[in-house]
């Protein structure tokens, strides 16, 4: 096997043998990323001497025998985490040459055990988007087919994976960001629970939406990474002072008498057929192990996505105000007095999507059209969020497809926002109801295309959904499946 093949873990015990050198896997990741970025472009930065003079330190903290299961893997983060030094852009050309002064606390806590930075990957601008088409540093390709997307905004985090380029990545997800990106790129994608872990450092797009996760090759790989991001923060106060469980010791291959629910609104009509036979399988796969079915409803399903885009860009309008060229960001050359400054920086300085998502945002929350759009968007969030804690009265978890289609090609959806907004109507209710979902390799398309399924669990109801994502991939072969390139 490749160096850049191996898991985290894999990758983890080769280091504490001393069979291999944090500097060689190093080595070997950077020279996969430059054999293979040019064609996938999921790379916005690329820390090279950094991550060689990280990995060296990190072969003298193993040398001391003081290595952590981190310590010396090569890791790449969604460009929406901020790092000190290193610069952070978003996916917008209004940070295209901004370095930030702190790191994210994710971030620090990885670097704290000795994780060697990769590089930057490229997102959807302010991670606004489901295919990384919305980049200001063009489109990131699919490693498994070229002319495809990704997925979105977290499509450079899953590309990064299925092309072997980085061990694991970390993603961000508002609506789906991790998950879908990882259910067309192959890899397994987990979205924690809203305030499992820290938001500081992490440039916010919607605030009461936007979570952490881990994007690996395996489902132990995410525990692992869970566990070491999670946690209580004091700089961000929406983070959860709950004790952080040892994850990795829900990885149980045993789903016997686990009760899973089917919920009828996500096994619709309009399914892709593909999509639809890979879920039949996994339900089957599942039963063989001994999982129960329950039939259940989630009968706000169909405002969800509605409800959801009055509540991302009314918050989206509000967190970019910050970006108006007097602080940090792009600043136009061209202005007079200072009003025309701040327009014209904002208008230079962002893509069209972010541009429809303030407008829209800003319109939701003015006087006049407050109650009628944007409350009544949050009475509806609460509606969606009470259907999943009563269907977790009678079920341990939920299993529905991660997306309605394989990835598309790249350019079909551009031109239609409200197309693009559909494709992530599955994910979107889990981050309205502020719990956790977790998309694993299940299937593979007639076009040779991976197909992800979400195991969605109770608010901190992580290690259930870990358990059953193990015993899934131990029954199957679908997490080994790689993308030729
Ligand atoms: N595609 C959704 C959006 O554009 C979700 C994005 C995300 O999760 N960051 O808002």
Redesign the pocket.
């Known amino acids: 096997m490749e160096i850049f093949e191996l898991t985290i873990h894999q990758l983890h015990e080769k280091l504490k043998k001393k069979e291999l050198s944090s500097v060689e896997a190093t080595t070997a990741m950077l020279s996969r990323i430059k054999a293979t970025d040019e064609k996938i472009n999921a790379f916005i930065t690329i820390c090279e001497d950094g991550a060689l003079a990280a990995a060296k330190e990190a072969d003298s903290r193993i040398a001391k025998g003081d290595g952590a299961l981190l310590t010396g893997i090569p890791l790449a983060l969604k460009d929406i985490f901020l790092t000190k030094g290193v610069k952070t852009t978003c996916g917008s050309k209004i940070l295209g040459n901004f370095v930030p002064p702190y790191s994210s606390t994710a971030w620090s806590k990885l670097e704290e055990q000795g994780a060697v930075l990769l590089g930057k990957l490229n997102q ?1 601008e302010f ?4 295919s990384s088409e919305g980049s200001a540093f063009g489109p990131t390709r699919n490693p498994w087919n070229t002319d495809c997307i990704p997925g ?2 977290s499509g450079g985090s899953g590309a990064a994976v299925a092309a072997q380029q980085a061990i694991a990545t970390l993603g ?6 991790i998950r879908q990106p990882a259910s067309h790129c192959g890899c397994v994608g987990l979205k924690p629970t809203y305030g499992r872990v820290s938001r500081y450092g992490v440039i916010a ?1 919607a605030s009461s939406l936007d979570q952490v996760g881990p994007m690996t090759r395996d489902v132990r790989d995410a525990a692992i990474m869970l566990g070491a991001i999670a946690g209580y923060d004091p700089a961000d106060s929406t983070s959860v002072d709950r004790p952080v469980p040892d994850y990795t010791t829900a990885l149980i291959p045993d789903v016997k008498g686990l009760k899973i629910g089917l919920p009828k609104e996500y096994y619709i009509d309009g399914l892709d057929a593909d999509v639809k036979k890979a879920m039949d399988l996994a339900i089957e796969t599942y039963r063989g192990l001994g999982a129960e079915f329950v039939d259940i409803s989630l009968p706000h399903t169909d405002y969800a996505v509605a409800c959801y885009y009055l509540i ?1 860009t009314a918050e989206a309008s509000s967190n970019l105000a910050r970006y108006d060229g007097v602080r940090f960001g792009h600043r136009t050359e061209d202005a007079a007095a200072l009003k025309e400054m701040y327009m014209k920086s904002r208008a230079e300085g962002f893509g069209t999507e972010v541009k429809r998502r303030i407008m829209l945002g800003t319109y939701a929350l003015s006087s006049g059209y407050y109650d009628a759009y944007y409350i009544k968007a949050q009475k509806v969030r609460t509606l969606i969020m009470q259907d999943f804690l009563k269907a977790f009265e009678t079920v341990d978890l939920i299993l529905t497809p991660v997306a309605p289609t394989p990835a598309f090609k790249i350019g079909e959806k551009v031109s239609d926002p409200l197309q693009m907004y559909l494709s ?1 109507i599955f994910t979107i209710p889990v981050n309205l109801a502020g719990t956790c979902g977790m998309s694993i390799p299940a299937g593979m398309s007639s076009t040779g295309l991976p197909i992800g399924l979400q195991l969605i669990g109770r608010p901190f109801g992580e290690e259930t959904i870990i358990r059953a994502g193990y015993a899934f991939e131990q029954a199957t072969q679908w997490h080994r499946m790689k993308a030729v390139l």
């Open positions: 959807d991670a606004m988007g489901s979105g905004s961000t997800d508002t609506g789906g960001s797009y991302a992530d």
